[in-house]
């Protein structure tokens, strides 16, 4: 099998989190796996790859443009040579015309229900990508019964052809930090001991960070000793954080450290008094399982696949700015309610395994083969 891991991003955000997840398990699990890849990456993905053989593909394809037209003709090539049954391609595009059958990852249909939270383009570009797997991929993989649900709903796609596998949550990298790794945490990001409100995700509209940023001053802004607000994360296509962020009264504080290491992630995550993650529209959430396995008290919004992966383990807000501005209040005044789902989340965390994901595209591999033989 010939997994497609050139479009990973080199910042390792959510898709970069899930393939690197995914490839591991899947090498644990035994399956004959080939990984073609950015050449950048080649060397990790040795790494996470072990027995497997990784493919490094030309230089030209760092570029966006030249990656998609290579899509549509190396990425068979490649599959020929390696003698490939199968190949996945795991973020949205595939290749046309392919000699194997293809799988193809839908991350969420956003540009569907909610296209004024993305760029006309990405938009236009997204829509189409996600009909032609649809129609053309042998079978599709999304994150969340909600993704499936909204793909069948919206599109009227065949739910007979997509397949749910939930990610899973690196616990090596994601897990309750020690006392020294929030405090180091802590002093880098220049807040030496003040506590905070963390953000994990991109800083765009979709993630509701406007409304996360104008709720936090609603709830802090009489206290005595206000939380900070931390915002980590790289920007998104729109100035809407920005404008929200030049309101906010001199007495508060905002941190927006831009990308973080994966290993500061525990103590920042771990280290808050609340993560608030109030996303608009979510294929899954991530950062919300993420969190959670760091032993943060975690609020989000009831939204699309988010109370599918937070369950009971989570404190839930309407995404409007008064009511994250209520709900953050009422867990920054309530520790007893953040310690309860501090555990809660830690419990809850465990049960999202990247073996157990790498278990459902085993499954959905034999499916699109049309031979349960491929599974080995």
């Not at 009971?312 to 953050?328: F, H, K, N, R």
Request: aromatic share 6%; glycine share 8%; with cysteine.
């Amino acid at each position: 099998m010939l997994l497609d891991a050139t479009a990973v991003p080199s910042d390792r955000g959510g898709v970069g989190r899930y393939v690197d997840g995914l490839v591991g398990a899947l090498c644990e699990a035994g399956q004959d796996l080939v990984v073609v890849c950015q050449r950048s990456d080649a060397e990790r993905f040795h790494r996470l790859a072990g027995a497997a053989d990784v493919v490094p593909g030309p230089s030209a394809i760092a570029h966006r443009p030249a990656r998609l037209a290579w899509e549509q003709t190396g990425l068979p090539l490649v599959a020929q040579q390696v003698g490939a049954g199968l190949i996945h391609s795991p973020y949205y595009t595939m290749p046309l015309h392919a000699p194997v059958p293809v799988v193809v990852t839908l991350h969420d249909v956003t540009f569907f229900s909610e296209p004024e939270l993305h760029s006309a383009v990405k938009t236009g570009f997204y829509r189409s990508a996600t009909r032609t797997a649809v129609r053309r991929a042998s079978r599709v993989v999304v994150p969340s019964r909600a993704t499936r649900d909204e793909l069948v709903r919206l599109l009227q796609a065949d739910p007979a052809r997509i397949d749910v596998a939930h990610h899973g949550v690196d616990t090596a990298t994601f897990r309750p930090p020690s006392e020294a790794e929030t405090r180091r945490v802590n002093d880098r990001l220049g807040l030496h001991g003040k506590t905070y409100v963390a953000f994990l995700g991109v800083l765009e509209r979709r993630k509701n960070v406007p409304d996360l940023v104008r709720g936090w001053v609603r709830a802090v802004q009489d206290m005595g000793d206000p939380p900070a607000l931390v915002l980590a994360g790289s920007s998104g296509w729109d100035d809407g954080v920005d404008q929200a962020v030049t309101e906010v009264p001199t007495h508060l504080k905002v941190v927006r450290t831009g990308f973080m290491r994966p290993a500061d992630l525990p103590g920042l995550l771990g280290g808050a008094l609340v993560v608030a993650y109030p996303s608009k529209a979510e294929g899954f959430g991530l950062p919300v399982l993420e969190a959670m396995a760091c032993g943060a008290a975690v609020l989000t919004a009831r939204r699309l696949s988010l109370p599918e992966v937070g369950g009971d383990a989570v404190a839930y807000t309407e995404p409007d700015a008064d009511s994250i501005a209520t709900a953050l209040r009422a867990l920054i005044d309530d520790p007893q309610r953040r310690a309860q789902l501090s555990r809660s989340g830690v419990a809850r965390a465990q049960e999202f395994t990247w073996e157990a994901s790498a278990a459902a595209h085993l499954a959905t591999y034999a499916r699109a083969a049309g031979a349960v033989d491929l599974v080995r």
